[in-house]
């Protein structure tokens, strides 16, 4: 067959499918590309550069596939690789997940805020500390929380599975009076 090989479409076609309604002859792309268009690896086909992800550097992948091919994953990586990162992302989500538990809305403490509340006990950063809400009835916020260590916050998480909210209640309470007895001069 002559033709020329489209190097989007990776076939041969004649040599008047290179030729643009202008007139104008592409020797490397065939005709049936419309433009605004870019391949995406995971769906195999060209699709709008609408859903591609807007940056400096050219991606193959569209935002629904770019888990696939490393982009975010390797992004991601990266960004745990600092320990501060790591250790404020790790807090909240396990505040997350404790709101899940209680069934609150998610919580409206950022990860700031809630390292604000754990350097309050806990100055060296060393990430044994977490936040638990005090009242089990409200949303975990900056007014409803109170420092515990990862090893006070396992048994407190059994006493809520167990459904001994009054346990919880006073324990989370002689936890945060000791905390303030440390804390005042």
Known sequence: MTGRLCVKCKDYFPVACFLSEDGTDNPTVCNHHVPNMRYCRGCDDFVKLDLFSRGPTRQFACRKHMNLFGGVKVAKKKQMAN???????????????????????????????????????????????????????????????????????????????????????????AIKSSYAEQLSP
């Open 83 to 173: 320990p501060e990162t790591k250790r404020r992302t790790q807090q909240w989500k396990r505040c997350y997940q404790d709101s899940k538990i209680f069934r609150h809305a998610p919580p409206s403490m950022c990860q700031i805020d809630i390292e604000i509340e754990i350097q309050k006990v806990d100055s060296k950063s060393s990430g044994n500390y977490a936040v638990m809400p005090v009242d089990t009835t409200i949303a975990t916020s900056t007014l409803n929380v109170t420092v515990v260590t990862l090893k006070q916050r396992v048994e407190l998480m059994k006493l809520v599975g167990s459904g001994d909210l009054d346990e919880y209640t006073r324990m989370l309470t």
